[in-house]
């Protein structure tokens, strides 16, 4: 049973406009997330993190969004560029468990047009 | 170097044989981690070692995979007698500090491994 789910395969969006990728996640034990990216052939690359005890953190034209309640987390981008286009993925860890062992998604594939 | 090494970067192995992929972390990192990416899918936790301690190996998925990092900084995952169902990218990252659940991961380009 997948305990972090990204529901949405793909998504396309044109430049300049918001992309939004989601998340959810089973583990009420989970209490960090981290979004990386990924472009073909090279591995993921950290993008943006929260914390539990947060419901939002920027960085520049990044936004995570997590609601506990819902246990969904959502990254949005604005505005929108070409480069942005690669696999996002959605990951979670845990203070009951072995620290830096996230469990990851299964990856949304963003294309942004121009 | 400036980020993780892993080499080789693409394996081809016939059924039945051994295998060895190599990790060179970021220079200093205590943190290392194996995880397994198997096509259409996310990273999925295999090891970790802290230092030269392998501290949690419950993701290897059978006796078949070993993994070892002697000196605290060069890692081998190492999968014996390889299988079809072995074929992956296999991923390597290392962290700074002592693994924290707010320590992200810096990950190597992978090696993918081919099993005919």
């Known amino acids: 049973d997948q305990q972090v789910k990204q529901n949405s395969p793909s998504l396309s969006v044109q430049e300049g406009r918001i992309s939004i990728l989601n998340c959810d996640y089973t583990?009420?034990?989970?209490?960090?997330f981290l979004w990386y990216k990924k472009y073909p052939a090279e591995g993921p690359t950290f993008l943006i993190s929260?914390?539990?005890?947060?419901d939002k953190n920027e960085d520049g034209r990044f936004t995570v969004f997590l609601n506990k309640s819902a246990k969904h987390l959502s990254l949005h981008i604005v505005p929108s560029q070409p480069g942005d286009s690669a696999v996002y993925f959605c990951?979670?860890?845990?203070?009951?468990?072995?620290?830096?062992?996230?469990?990851f998604g299964d990856g949304t594939t963003l294309t942004v047009k121009p | 170097g400036a980020g993780v090494s892993q080499s080789p970067r693409y394996k081809v192995a016939k059924r039945g044989q051994d295998v060895a992929l190599r990790c060179d972390p970021i220079?200093?990192?205590?943190?290392l981690f194996w995880y397994q990416q198997a096509l259409g899918q996310g990273p999925e936790f295999l090891t970790y070692?802290?230092?030269?301690?392998?501290?949690?190996k419950s993701g290897l998925p059978s006796d078949r995979f070993f993994a070892e990092r002697p000196e605290g900084s060069v890692s081998t995952l190492k999968i014996q007698r390889t299988q079809q169902e072995d074929s992956a990218v296999y991923l390597c990252?290392?962290?700074?500090?002592?693994?924290?659940?707010?320590?992200?991961?810096?990950f190597g380009n992978g090696t993918r491994l081919t099993v005919t």
């Open positions: 990252a290392s962290s700074l500090i002592r693994a924290a659940n707010n320590s992200p991961l810096h």
């Open positions: 583990n009420s034990m989970f209490d960090y």
């Open positions: 929260i914390s539990s005890i947060k």
């Open positions: 990951a979670a860890s845990g203070s009951d468990t072995n620290a830096g062992k996230s469990t």
């Open positions: 220079s200093g990192h205590v943190s």
């Open positions: 070692f802290q230092n030269e301690a392998q501290l949690d």
